[in-house]
């Protein structure tokens, strides 16, 4: 099956610090990948769409300058956080969609992030 | 407004015994998925229901879909410890030719030995 990597899988960093965190489709070309955040308990919260060469389009309430989302190839999309904060710390998923043909999009591991 | 609402939230039951969770979403849809997420785990695909009708099975885990209903049921057939873990289902909507998953809450199974 299709598969889909994250880096890093867990990283703490300090209040005020930013955080790349990397999306890649290992054996297939995804024209669009999603962002998520997952806080404990609750279910997942689409943060943005991004496709490939063209800015993402964030969902309501998800600030675009603190959420910075690169979708520089056809495997490869990255989100950086900025100026996290410890309100940040969440699990963050992504997703990867190999287009309209496809059945599914295909999940990454998951990258939690604290920030103390 | 786009809703999937999961139910029950929370279910905890005895080994071998059957229950079905049921997902029911407000928009029309041709496809919805069930998810499996263990503690700190990213999503497990389960199935991929694409058809009024669709029935898929995998071991103790069934699931339909009904399209004219808008509902979906995920049963599970004597229940066993490793299927403790939370489920989710999905719709996908497209809007403005955007593809889009709308996300149940999620059913946290426990399944005591």
């Known amino acids: 099956g299709a598969v889909v990597s994250q880096h890093p899988s867990w990283v703490i960093c300090k209040s005020g610090t930013s955080v790349k965190i990397e999306c890649r489709s290992l054996d297939f070309q995804a024209t669009t990948m999603f962002w998520y955040r997952q806080f404990p308990k609750q279910s997942l919260m689409l943060m943005a769409t991004s496709n490939e060469g063209s800015k993402a389009t964030y969902e309501q309430g998800v600030e675009k300058d603190k959420f910075l989302i690169n979708h520089a190839s056809l495997t490869l999309s990255t989100l950086t956080v900025t100026s996290a904060h410890p309100e940040d710390s969440s699990f963050y998923i992504c997703s990867a969609f190999p287009g309209p043909a496809a059945f599914e999009q295909f999940f990454g591991p998951g990258t939690r992030l604290t920030v103390l | 407004e786009l809703k999937v609402e999961q139910n029950p939230l929370f279910l905890s039951m005895q080994e071998g015994k059957n229950y079905t969770i049921y997902c029911n979403y407000s928009t029309t849809s041709d496809r919805l998925y069930w998810y499996r997420q263990d503690p700190g785990k990213s999503l497990e695909s389960l199935f991929v229901?694409?058809?009024n009708g669709a029935v898929k099975q995998e071991g103790r885990l069934m699931a339909s879909l009904d399209t004219k209903a808008r509902l979906s049921t995920l049963h599970i057939t004597a229940a066993v410890h490793d299927l403790s873990a939370t489920y989710f289902c999905a719709v996908v909507i497209s809007l403005d030719s955007n593809y889009q998953l709308i996300w149940g809450a999620g059913t946290k199974l426990i399944i005591k030995p």
């Open positions: 229901l694409l058809s």
